[in-house]
């Protein structure tokens, strides 16, 4: 977690978006970040995102759940607890398959959930820092990360150019840490940057 | 490939009116922040009167057993299991649009998802509240669930169909609701940014559980959203099977078929859509939300009533052929004597009257996107499909195979009626708090469809619309 000095440009369209993007990469300035009001599809791909593999991550959580429900069934009714049930085998596959379907779904849908969260740091009383407050209503915002050797003047030229309807400068926390929506930011982080400097 | 930028108009626009994406925020947040209005307080208290004689009832229950709901030797579910199969029937709607139609890219599915995810989740709460409370001693309900313990067989039995219900409706709760609220973060996250009020923003801050907007979060978002909806496809079709298994596995002559997994879930679909219906006409007029569900929508919807309507009419005489040609004098008998006809004989009438033959009137266009006549036959499905429980289950046990014990006929207790009014309190009394203080319609989800399928969008395919086929195939050529 750390502080960092942001140029943000702001766009209100999609049509200026892509072109920004692919230029703003192209003159080798660092995007931050880009938040949107909505899934842009193919804006990861040109913002050279690579591919998240969640659903590999839920394909392992959901054969986790079937061996689960199969092996548990299965011991406790041939190894720990064989019962006779209307004289039916010990081991009844079909009968089983509901259960085992279930778990599969249940653990596939609980384990990608937690590793969604896990992956974008959201959990309730998280608190992160907000470039602009439209980025969850209509503006597509893009953070430029400076430097002290950065000209910032010539970047927020550049973002105007690129069509940009806002441009500022912001200092911003690129983590999160607990804290609530209707409170402002603690000196919590400037003991850190002293702990850092 | 940009000529096609927008869809054609052939397809009704999913947004009416000239919208922009800070209109679309603003439509669907402001009822949320404003004060609730007269007839939202009017409403909210008789969900929540309604909630507290089911309350009442349901203590009667416990303190005096299921004998307090005239539940007898013979008919040992009664409306309580009817009321369990009907509300979980309801929930699958929800899960159809959110998870089928996503797969299917319906697009108009983006209107309606939201609340009806919602009442999917409300709908299955109190589904499960039947058989919870129907087991009697309730403080013992925890006895469903297989752990390590000292008593008789240790275990479950994993071969119950009861068993599996128990797993399965679980299931189905828990996805549904991660489903659901994973949804509903990016629109808390709005609602976060937009807030006035202290409380608000707290709320809301914590609802939102910090969401950003990130590219990238959006991107693992998209993908949680298009396996969560694969995982609930099979889910809820295996849901409302296995609640036909607790009937199907049965010896009971008029259970016992096999045609009862598809048939049970056409039904729930069929009753589903009908509930969605009675609550996006109220919610669409109340919020003034008609820009984002529109006629169209409803139309859309009907069309599923009349074709799950019409597969379970086809499952009823399905049901009634087998009964003469599979020559059995039981299963006959509870047909063509103890259903049909008999005591009960008006339930079934009923039944066929609410599921099958009224909503054929829903072929007509014209019937189909008029709003007064859905609201009215939402109703009246939803009443056939009560009775198409009842039907099954009372009609079945009332004569079993030994006459002695044959019951004269079954009629609820008010503590009976009571319980089924009290899990009408529970789900309007969360759909109302829902409806205040949640965004009804994914905000994100109409953004993202706004500009292929917005009505002022679509107007710009005019100039292609006009042109002949040989022009525009010139045009794209090049």
Redesign the interface.
């Known amino acids: 977690m750390s502080v960092k000095k942001f140029v943000v440009g702001c766009f209100d369209d999609e049509k200026t978006l892509f072109p920004a993007v692919k230029n703003t990469r192209k003159a080798g300035y660092k995007i931050h970040d880009l938040y949107t009001p909505f899934p842009v599809h193919g804006l990861d791909h040109a913002m050279g995102l690579r591919e998240t593999s969640l659903h590999t991550a839920g394909f392992i959580y959901a054969i986790t759940g079937t061996t689960t429900a199969l092996s548990f069934m299965g011991w406790v009714f041939t190894k720990d607890w064989p019962l006779n049930i209307g004289g039916k085998p010990n081991f009844p596959l079909p009968a089983f398959i509901p259960i085992i379907f279930e778990l599969t779904v249940l653990f596939a849908a609980v384990g990608m959930v937690l590793t969604f969260c896990y992956l974008c740091q959201l959990a309730p009383f998280v608190k992160k820092d907000h470039f602009h407050l439209r980025a969850t209503d209509d503006l597509f915002v893009m953070p430029l990360e400076v430097t002290d050797k950065t000209n910032v003047e010539e970047v927020k030229a550049f973002l105007k150019n690129a069509g940009a309807v806002e441009v500022f400068e912001k200092e911003a926390e690129t983590g999160w840490w607990i804290g609530r929506y209707d409170k402002d930011r603690k000196i919590f982080e400037k003991e850190e940057k002293t702990v850092i400097a | 490939m940009s000529l096609l930028k927008y869809e054609s108009q052939v397809r009704e626009p999913l947004v009416d009116g000239d919208k922009?994406?800070?209109q679309v925020?603003e439509d669907i947040c402001r009822p949320v922040e404003g004060p609730p209005s007269r007839l939202w307080w009017i409403g909210f208290i008789i969900s929540v009167a309604l909630l507290l004689f089911g309350v009442v009832s349901l203590y009667k229950e416990v303190v005096y057993g299921t004998g307090m709901w005239n539940l007898n030797k013979t008919i040992g579910w009664g409306w309580d299991i009817t009321n369990f199969v009907w509300w979980v029937g309801i929930g699958h709607a929800g899960t159809l649009i959110s998870a089928i139609l996503l797969l299917f890219r319906q697009g108009w599915r983006t209107g309606v998802n939201r609340a009806a995810e919602a009442m999917t989740i409300f709908a299955v709460i109190c589904a499960g509240q039947f058989p919870i409370w129907h087991m009697g001693r309730v403080w013992m309900a925890f006895f469903v669930m297989?752990y390590p313990n000292t008593r008789g067989?240790?275990?479950v039995?994993?071969?119950s169909?009861l068993?599996?219900d128990v797993?399965?409706i679980s299931?189905y709760f828990?996805?549904s609701l991660?489903?659901w609220y994973?949804g509903l973060?990016?629109d808390m996250?709005?609602l976060?940014?937009?807030?006035k009020k202290?409380?608000a923003?707290?709320f809301?801050?914590?609802?939102s559980?910090?969401?950003?907007?990130?590219?990238?979060?959006?991107?693992?978002?998209?993908?949680?959203s298009?396996?969560?909806a694969g995982?609930?496809t099979?889910?809820v079709l295996?849901v409302h099977t296995?609640v036909s298994?607790d009937f199907a596995t049965s010896v009971i002559p008029g259970w016992h078929t096999t045609i009862f997994p598809p048939y049970f879930v056409a039904g729930a679909i069929f009753s589903g859509f009908a509930m969605v219906q009675t609550l996006m006409l109220v919610t669409r007029k109340v919020m003034g939300l008609e820009d984002y569900i529109t006629i169209s929508h409803i139309e859309n919807m009907n069309k599923v009533i009349v074709l799950t309507g019409s597969i379970v009419g086809c499952a009823y005489l399905t049901e009634l052929f087998m009964a003469w040609y599979g020559a059995s004098k039981y299963e006959y008998d509870i047909f063509f004597k103890y259903r049909i006809a008999g005591p009960y004989g008006w339930s079934y009438w009923l039944m066929m009257t609410c599921n099958v033959i009224t909503p054929q009137l829903f072929w007509s266009k014209k019937l189909r996107r008029n709003i007064a006549f859905t609201f009215l036959m939402s109703v009246v499905v939803n009443i056939g499909m009560w009775f198409e429980r009842f039907v099954i289950i009372v009609s079945s046990l009332y004569r079993d195979y030994l006459p002695s014990s044959w019951s004269v006929y079954y009629r609820p207790t008010i503590w009976e009626v009571g319980f089924y009014l009290g899990s009408f309190g529970l789900f309007f009394t969360c759909y109302f708090l829902f409806s205040k203080y949640f965004p009804v319609i994914a905000?994100?989800?109409i953004?993202?469809v706004l500009?292929r399928s917005g009505e002022s969008f679509k107007e710009k395919m005019d100039p292609l619309e006009a042109q002949s086929v040989e022009e525009f195939a010139h045009q794209a050529h090049h």
């Open positions: 922009t994406y800070s925020t297989p067989p240790l275990w039995n994993f071969n169909p068993l599996w797993f399965a299931t828990t996805v991660l489903f994973s973060l990016p996250a709005t976060r940014d937009r807030a202290k409380w923003k707290m809301y801050g914590v609802a559980f910090g969401w950003t907007g990130s590219t990238k979060h959006w991107q693992r978002h998209e993908s949680l298009l396996v969560l995982l609930s099979p889910l295996s296995i298994f905000i994100a989800e953004k993202h500009k």
